[in-house]
């Protein structure tokens, strides 16, 4: 767009990225009365995309204090997922059956520990419940909640630029056919083809551009995020604008499908044992490394039979470079024989069709820099938040929950700024931002600890603390002695 002669400013907030975080806090923040609000996603359309992910006790505490309303559709939504069959629909054997559980056996298939997927027993320990529920299905709940004019797809951000003069940020976005790789998000080949590495804005015609001002701007786009690359662009913390490499990789297939009936009873009776998910890992080289630098299969049992399963292992990014659907089973298959996994497992990777194998490595934002090259998460009027602050690999189911817990502190210091009308007054800007991140930043530290080491998994001690400082706190009384 053309520089216009008389700017003006088109919104309160801005907000970059329509994943679960960036909806989170525009649904927070719209139904505080702050309504003067856009967010703007680079996706071509709304299409479903993304892998599942289970909210826990912390995350749905943060939706529910954010707004109650997305918090009812998600936990049905989530809840429907979990249960699949009405009650009416049960058969007497699934009726006999224990509640679900997520069970970690060793390669002999004895069980190492367990932990339920059941909605109330989660909410009975801590005051809230854990739901299964697909990145997309989040992303949907969130979304229609708002008023439709309110979330534009087709807006790939490539710039933000400070105007102090006019008191606001100017952000430029691309509506072309590309997207910014997004591994969080999107786990389609899409991302692989429009691979992009650095942003340019001058690489783009002029005309091509749309701009908007906005008096704050809040990036929620994911671990590759633009906004935080352009904003640390050129200051100390320039080397933390991408994500770096977690050292583990993810090789999985949603579904391998003529299983033969032999091998899949063997798995069955071995390993799946009525679960719907299993983790399975070689105990003795568990017990002589961190957990993280033990490879592990996630199983994931289908009702028709079939079986889709993840393997996190450690391995080099040299090491994946460039390799075929079939050279990856080849090399996930090596990587358990290894690790001394049965023949029953490998001979079920290698029936994966080399046409649906992903590969995706894990990345992370660590938050444990020490001062003063510490990255802040603000700078002015822009705020990164989720994964764009503090990505990180899944391992302890936690990059969408603390996102969400972003949205609440932001949504909360905002509708302050707004009810004090601060909306020019940058020290007060800059105040709520520290806030949010003084209160923020040290859980993320113990979250990416437990995530790099799965502490918390291994042992029962450490666990138990974890759960509490996590799982148990109250959300609630956080928010409120945010604001004393
Ligand atoms: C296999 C796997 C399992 C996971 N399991 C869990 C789990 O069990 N529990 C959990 O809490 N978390 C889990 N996560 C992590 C979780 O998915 C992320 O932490 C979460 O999606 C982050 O939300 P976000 O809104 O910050 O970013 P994202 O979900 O990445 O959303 C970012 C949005 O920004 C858009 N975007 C990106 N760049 C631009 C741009 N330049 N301009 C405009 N828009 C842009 C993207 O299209 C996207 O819609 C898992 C992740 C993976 C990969």
């Known amino acids: 767009m053309p520089e216009n002669s008389n700017p003006k400013i088109d919104y309160d907030v801005a907000i970059v990225g329509a994943g679960p975080v960036g909806l989170a806090t525009a649904l927070g923040l719209y139904q505080r009365g702050i309504e003067n609000i856009i967010v703007l996603d680079q996706t071509r359309a709304f299409r479903k995309v993304g892998q599942g992910l289970d909210l826990l006790p912390n995350g749905l505490k943060a939706i529910k204090y954010t707004h109650t309303q997305a918090y009812e559709n998600i936990k049905e939504t989530g809840n429907k997922l979990n249960n699949p069959t009405q009650p009416n629909q049960e058969t007497k054997a699934q009726k006999n059956q224990s509640a679900p559980r997520w069970v970690t056996r060793n390669v002999n298939g004895e069980e190492i520990r367990s932990f339920s997927l059941e909605y ?31 979330v534009k797809a087709n807006h790939r951000c490539i710039n933000v630029v400070a105007e102090p003069e006019l008191k606001c940020v100017r952000a430029d976005f691309i509506s072309n056919q590309e997207v910014e790789t997004n591994p969080y998000a999107h786990w389609d080949d899409q991302q692989e083809k429009n691979k992009s590495s650095s942003v340019n804005s001058s690489q783009f015609p002029e005309s091509e551009i749309t701009s908007i001002r906005t008096k ?4 929620a ?22 994500p770096e490499y977690s050292g583990v990789v993810a090789i999985g297939s949603g579904g391998v499908y003529e299983i033969p009936e032999a091998l899949s009873q063997k798995i069955q009776d071995l390993f799946i044992q009525g679960s719907r998910i299993v983790t399975i890992l070689n105990q003795q080289i568990a017990e002589n490394s961190t957990e993280n630098q033990t490879p592990r299969i996630i199983l994931f049992s289908r009702q028709s039979g079939q079986c889709g399963y993840l393997i996190h292992t450690p391995l080099t990014l040299e ?15 090596l990587e358990l024989k290894k690790a001394n996994f049965p023949e029953m497992i490998q001979q079920l990777v290698a029936l994966s069709s080399p046409e649906k ?28 938040a989720g994964d764009a602050a503090h990505g990180m690999p899944p391992f302890m189911g936690q990059g969408a929950n603390q996102g969400l817990e972003d949205a609440a502190v932001i949504t909360t210091l905002v509708t302050e700024i707004d009810k004090q009308n601060k909306w020019d007054d940058l020290v007060a800007i800059e105040t709520a931002f520290s806030k949010y991140e003084g209160l923020r930043r040290p859980l993320m530290e113990r979250i990416q600890y437990a995530t790099l080491t799965r502490l918390p998994l291994s042992s029962e001690q450490y666990g138990q603390e974890y759960a509490q400082q996590v799982y148990a706190r109250n959300i609630d009384q956080i928010m409120q002695t945010l604001l004393s």
Do not use: C
Not at 216 to 219: R, S
Not at 319 to 333: C, P, R, V
């Open 120 to 150: 109330d027993e989660w909410f009975h320990k801590y005051g809230e419940g854990r739901v299964s529920i697909s990145w997309y299905d989040l992303q949907t709940q969130l979304r229609t909640l708002l008023p439709e004019e309110v």
């Open 216 to 219: 704050l701007l809040i990036a």
């Open 221 to 242: 786009d994911g671990i590759n995020s633009t906004v935080r690359q352009v904003i640390y662009k050129e200051t100390p913390y320039s080397e933390y604008s991408k």
């Open 319 to 333: 090491l994946l470079a460039g390799k075929s659907g079939k050279e990856l089973i080849d090399l996930a298959i």
């Open 357 to 384: 194998i992903i590969q995706r490595p894990y990345y992370i934002h660590p938050v444990n820099i020490p001062a003063p090259n510490q990255p802040k998460w603000n700078m002015g009027r822009v705020v990164l």
